[in-house]
């Protein structure tokens, strides 16, 4: 994230009257249901992977009502997506606010509230993440794959979303595009390579489960 850039547009909005709320880690709160998702959903959610966040509130029950991309646009054409115009000279205080505000984040260390997010609009159902997964975090029903134990994920591990036939698969703290919901092809492989994963999981898989071994993550892993 931007942090002048997210404390610059919040500082706009700000003087402008809207109501303004900083969210550390939409991640945690979806994993963990809060009361708040209801609220944050209904307002303008400003983030830098609208697919990612539209997707992530999807799997927690709630529909984003509109997510704007402050990756892509410049400070100014996101206000001005929202019919608002900048003024350094009259923001610098609140900006200087929301940037204490984003600097005491607790630190990101992608070990947080880490899992997959399903985008329903691309995935076709195949079950291949299901299948792939080691630590139980998918479960399929009726022919839907869902991700039902998220906190089973391994920490900063995206591999399933490397094998997914139709990119369906985000990680919203991994680091590149598409996995990251971003639309730019920062990392990319082939079909051939993706068959390849796929294959050599299933073989892990069928050992683990000759072997007993339960689908669970251990503390610290
Ligand atoms: S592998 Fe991708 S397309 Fe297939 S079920 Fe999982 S998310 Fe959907
Ligand atoms: S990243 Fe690994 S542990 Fe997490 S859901 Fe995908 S396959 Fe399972």
């Given at each position: ?21 900083m ?38 029950g ?104 139709n ?8 680091e ?9 092809l ?21 050992q ?14």
């Amino acid at each position: 994230m931007d942090k002048e850039k997210a404390a610059g547009i919040a500082a706009a909005l700000k003087n402008e009257g809207y109501e303004v709320a900083m969210v550390p880690d939409l991640c945690r709160k979806a994993m963990e249901a809060s009361p708040e998702l209801p609220e944050i959903a209904a307002g303008v959610i400003l983030a830098c992977h609208p697919r990612a966040v539209h997707s992530l509130l999807e799997w927690a029950g709630q529909d984003a009502k509109q997510v704007e991309d402050i990756r892509s646009n410049s400070r100014e054409e996101a206000l001005a997506r929202l019919g608002i115009s900048c003024s350094e000279t009259r923001d610098a205080a609140e900006k200087e606010r929301f940037r204490n505000e984003i600097a005491a984040f607790p630190a990101e260390n992608g070990t947080d509230a880490w899992y997959p997010v399903l985008d329903k609009t691309k995935c076709i159902e195949c079950g291949k993440c299901h299948d792939f997964c080691l630590f139980g975090v998918y479960t399929v029903a009726n022919k839907r794959v869902r991700v039902t134990q998220p906190q089973n994920c391994k920490n900063n591990c995206p591999a399933c979303a490397r094998m997914c036939p139709n990119r369906a698969i985000i990680f919203p703290k991994y680091e590149k595009s598409p996995i990251n919901g971003g639309t730019a092809l920062e990392e990319t492989f082939t079909p051939g390579e993706m068959d390849a994963m796929y294959r050599e999981r299933l073989q892990q898989r069928l050992q683990q489960r000759k072997a007993g071994i339960p689908l669970l993550k251990k503390e610290g892993e």
